[in-house]
């Protein structure tokens, strides 16, 4: 069998970049592998992908060293125009590679570029539609389709024109946890039956390791090491739960599915079995449970599709609250009617003003936070749809699905800046919330040349130098790696022990283990259920994380939960070193100076 993917000694460096983005990287991969590229945010792995059919350096620019092949074309000599019939590209904005209106004719529009027959096409679409199960939204316009359903649409335009080989950025980073399955099935299923090459890059790895033939992993000076997964998650900078588990339990070879995991842990549940999970985090009494947002009635509507439908929502200050469900369910229609400027068709919203800070947490190096006064507020005007936009950033805070579109100025210094005059925050504030997020990121970058996960822990830290008494952030954990996910869970609780109601809206069911309070599902625009993280995720097949399923029926949620039962036990046992620095790391707060 012929290499399907070979990089010889590849380096990629963009113009006025202090350091390449990709060094002297060697890799080959077969024909018919699924290979899975890991690394931390803005380690380069949307650069490794994008040189796979030139689109790096041929449309970014920059320098390439070395030569990539993609069955046997160099990508030097063929641009990617020239690698379209053997090669399909799914990026991380699905929405930014659309080029028709609706999903039919998306599905079709490759296969017209390939001068496919019509019989081939008609085809080729209603095999894709079944596949991916998009044949209700086959008419649907491509801008009014949820975040999931628009990936879904992007991995059906590329596949109908049936490549060879298939590169994929965060495939089911906008997916609920039942498509993202189907989605993976799918991918599997054209690796296995019809020995398409796959490559594919992901921050979360619970999902697709156990279907990964190689594995890549991308270090932060852009080198690159290849080989089997079980192999390179022994020492990888990332791992999902059931590694970072494994390693904790020094288990050999690591598990890289609940499957793999519960045939071997029969001793850690016995060792488990007479302690109970600690509290997550230190809950201020005073002020805690106070409602911060009131929403009666909510309803929106599009067209004749009813997206919420007649909510009733509380938010209560100190509290961080997950809202899932199914792609499609209603619930960034529901963040942006909280929020104020999105579409309301009917209900109100009532946010409390001027809130007092609950806690001693300094979370922005002694800035003070900003607050209406609620003596200059008419009380019945304390909706925020009906505030101007300075005063409503601080009662409702939102970081959108596409954070790019908050986005304008021409580098991240500019946006910061521009957020802490905005803001009326001191100099810095913004940047400093940016480096505990997302460390690292040049002042000088351009934010549309940063990474997806990059670009949204700029966003994130713009809104949080408003000091909102409410945050609502959608897809928060999008382009996120375990790390930067740990960061942004210590700054989510230390807005909810300074007297945020924080309302993130996400599929990441890990996060949600290990950061909220509470979960609110939904499903076809209704509440189905709404109660403590435990209670809701622990009993559902497709919000349960890893550890719930491994260590089922005992309570645990997280790898933190476990290790700290285990704390005094582990210092004396010599548990695995590697997952006491990865958890403690987790538990790390980084005070300002």
Same mark, same amino acid.
């Given at each position: ?7 010889e ?11 390449p ?51 046997g ?19 991380q ?160 070879p ?19 079995s007479h ?41 209560r ?16 229609s ?34 003070? %936070? /900003? #607050? *209406?006064? +609620? &003596? !200059? @507020? =008419? %009380? /019945? #005007? *304390?909706? +925020? &749809? !009906? @505030? =101007? %936009? /300075? ?6 805070g ?36 940016l ?27 713009v ?19 375990y ?8 700054v ?7 007297g ?71 210092a ?22």
């Amino acid at each position: 069998m012929s290499p399907a993917i070979v990089f010889e000694r590849v380096s990629i460096t963009y113009p006025d970049a202090p350091h390449p983005a990709l060094t002297a990287v060697d890799l080959t991969v077969e024909e018919g592998e699924l290979c899975l590229v890991v690394g931390r945010t803005g380690s380069g792995k949307s650069t490794l992908l994008g040189a796979v059919n030139g689109l790096v350096p041929h449309f970014t620019g920059g320098t390439l060293q070395g030569s990539v092949r993609l069955l046997g074309r160099d990508t030097r000599e063929h641009r990617p125009r020239d690698l379209a019939d053997i090669v399909g590209v799914v990026g991380q904005n699905p929405l930014a590679g659309f080029v028709t209106d609706t999903v039919e004719e998306e599905l079709a529009y490759g296969m017209e570029q390939l001068a496919l027959a019509p019989d081939v096409m008609r085809k080729r679409v209603e095999e894709t539609l079944d596949l991916l199960g998009l044949a209700d939204l086959r008419h649907r316009p491509l801008r009014d389709l949820s975040g999931g359903q628009q990936q879904r649409v992007a991995i059906g335009s590329v596949l109908t024109t049936h490549p060879r080989v298939l590169v994929l950025d965060e495939p089911t980073s906008a997916l609920d946890p039942t498509a993202a399955e189907e989605v993976l099935a799918a991918i599997t299923r054209l690796v296995h039956d019809l020995g398409v090459t796959v490559m594919l890059a992901e921050h979360r790895i619970e999902r697709v390791l156990q279907y990964a033939d190689r594995m890549v992993h991308l270090s932060s000076d852009g080198r690159a090491e290849s080989g089997p997964p079980a192999e390179l998650m022994v020492t990888s900078s990332v791992a999902p739960p059931v590694v970072e588990l494994g390693r904790l339990a020094g288990w050999t070879p690591l598990p890289l599915s609940v499957r793999d995991a519960r045939r071997r842990v029969g001793p850690l549940r016995e060792r488990l079995s007479h302690c109970a999970p600690q509290p997550r985090r230190r809950r201020p009494s005073d002020g805690i449970g106070v409602p911060a947002l009131r929403a009666r009635g909510i309803v929106v509507r599009y067209g004749e599709v009813v997206a919420v439908n007649d909510i009733d929502l509380t938010l209560r200050t100190g509290e961080v609250t997950a809202l899932m469900g199914r792609n499609g369910s209603g619930k960034s229609s529901l963040l942006w009617a909280l929020q104020g400027s999105g579409r309301r068709d009917r209900g109100r919203v009532a946010v409390v003003a001027g809130r007092e800070v609950v806690s001693d947490v300094d979370l922005r190096a002694g800035i003070a %936070p /900003a #607050t *209406l006064n +609620p &003596a !200059t @507020l =008419d %009380p /019945a #005007t *304390l909706d +925020p &749809a !009906t @505030l =101007d %936009p /300075a005063q409503g950033r601080q009662l409702v805070g939102l970081v959108p699905h596409e954070p790019g579109d908050l986005l304008y100025l021409d580098t991240v210094v500019g946006e910061c800046e521009r957020a802490d005059n905005e803001s009326r925050a001191n100099a810095g504030s913004c940047a400093y919330l940016l480096e505990r997020i997302a460390p690292g990121i040049a002042p000088s970058q351009h934010p549309r040349d940063l990474s997806e996960g990059q670009r949204l822990a700029l966003v994130i830290a713009v809104q949080l130098s408003a000091d909102p008494a409410v945050l609502l952030l959608d897809e928060p954990t999008r382009g996120l790696d375990y790390g930067a996910k740990r960061r942004l869970r210590d700054v989510v609780h230390e807005l909810a022990d300074r007297g945020c109601a924080v309302l993130l809206s996400t599929h990441d069911v890990e996060f949600v283990a290990d950061t909220a309070d509470r979960v609110v599902v939904l499903a076809d625009g209704e509440v189905v259920a709404d109660g403590p993280t435990a209670d809701v995720i622990v009993s559902s097949p497709a919000f349960a994380p890893q550890v719930a399923k491994i260590l089922s029926p005992q309570p645990w949620l997280t790898v933190r939960d476990v290790q700290a039962a285990l704390a005094p036990r582990t210092a004396t046992s010599g548990a695995s070193t590697s997952a006491s620095s990865t958890s403690a790391s987790s538990t790390s707060t980084v005070t300002p100076s």
